[in-house]
């Protein structure tokens, strides 16, 4: 079993809609959780660090679920410029400084 | 602002001939890393360094060695290439654990 998991998708959103999906970790000693974006063909890049309490940054929101083991990514009013791919990043304290990364879900924003 | 450098961008290698992918970085970090990326695989950890010096392997080590040849430069040599090793590979790095920076990527074919 993947350490961490995420719907491949693809998530087909109409522009303007709400998109949501999860990330599940299987190690409980994991301590920091991060979002990031891939753009097809590029570099992955930070998107945002989730705190334990959530947080927002503009137009997405990160929450995560300590008991349940899973974070989550919530885009609102989506644009085009939305669509890429989003990695699930997790850091446990028995690999510190690691980052282990899920395979991705792909968000497709369309007119 | 360069960021992370990596070099070359694309290389084609014949089974067991072997070559060195080069990573710089001017941010002054202290840990870099070495990532390979397949599809529906995520990237996996290949190398690790948390500083100057040091080296550790991450989860696909087998096939490749690493060099820390000072704080700026992290190289990635595959000795003998092998077909299973065509992929993207992308060299990282960060200063703290908040946050990595990757470079554009290297996508390698080894027929």
């Known amino acids: 079993r993947k350490e961490v998991e995420q719907d491949p998708g693809p998530f087909n959103v109409p522009e303007g809609a709400t998109v949501a999906f999860n990330c599940t970790y299987s190690n409980s000693a994991s301590q920091s959780f991060f979002w990031y974006r891939q753009d097809c063909r590029k570099e992955p890049k930070l998107l945002m660090s989730v705190y334990s309490s959530g947080n927002e940054d503009g137009r997405f929101t990160a929450q995560l679920n300590r008991a349940s083991q899973y974070i989550s990514l919530l885009i609102r009013d989506s644009k085009l410029s939305d669509s890429a791919t989003y990695l699930c990043?997790?850091?446990?304290?028995?690999?510190?400084?690691?980052?282990?990364f899920g395979a991705g879900t792909q968000v497709v924003v369309t007119p | 602002n360069a960021g992370v450098t990596q070099t070359p961008k694309f290389q084609v290698l014949k089974t067991g001939q072997s070559m060195t992918l080069q990573c710089a970085q001017d941010m002054n970090h202290n840990s870099m890393y070495w990532y390979r990326q397949d599809p529906g695989m995520g990237l996996r950890l290949i190398y690790y360094s948390a500083s100057e010096g040091t080296t550790d392997k991450g989860e696909v080590p087998n096939g490749y060695n690493v060099s820390r040849l000072n704080k700026r430069e992290f190289s990635l040599r595959l000795e003998s290439a092998a077909p299973s090793q065509t992929s993207v590979y992308f060299c990282?790095?960060?200063?703290?654990?908040?946050?990595?920076?990757f470079g554009q990527g290297t996508r390698l074919t080894v027929v």
């Open positions: 990282a790095s960060s200063v703290t654990v908040l946050e990595a920076f």
């Open positions: 990043v997790v850091m446990t304290t028995d690999s510190w400084g690691k980052f282990q």
